[in-house]
């Protein structure tokens, strides 16, 4: 029932900051939490940032609190992360998801991105 496309990532280097969007189709997208994951080669898909559709609640993983900030914009239908201070090992896939539920787990994570690949030099 949701489609979902990332955009915004590339290349930057370490220090740097990129602006991840992802926009959704549907009518029900305020209905649901939208969530960041990401996934390096050879590792599995992490779980980054989650908002809820109210966008009162949010939550981050421990190593990017502070450094990164999800935002939604329920009538352009667009969730986002803003990405400051990268480091090397933010260097991942990046994708968005819609769950029912405000959850931090792959699981519950109804619909998802293809991704857009984020890559932080040295």
């Known amino acids: 029932q949701v489609q979902l496309v990332e955009s915004g990532g590339g290349l930057v280097q370490a220090g740097g900051s990129l602006r991840l969007s992802c926009a959704a189709s549907?009518?029900?997208?305020?209905?649901?939490?939208m969530g960041w994951f990401r996934q390096a080669p050879g590792k599995e898909r992490e779980f980054v940032a989650v908002?809820?559709?109210?966008?009162?609640?949010?939550y981050y993983t421990p190593s990017v609190k502070g450094r990164f900030t999800i935002s939604r914009d329920n009538a352009k239908n667009t969730v986002y992360l803003q990405m400051n201070s990268l480091e090397p090992e933010d260097t991942a896939l990046y994708y968005c998801?819609?769950?029912?539920?405000?959850?931090?787990?792959?699981?519950?994570?109804?619909?998802w991105g293809q991704g857009t690949q984020v890559t932080v030099s040295s």
């Open positions: 998801a819609a769950s029912r539920s405000f959850v931090t787990t792959v699981g519950p994570y109804d619909y």
């Open positions: 549907g009518r029900t997208f305020s209905r649901y939490a």
């Open positions: 908002i809820s559709g109210s966008t009162i609640s949010t």
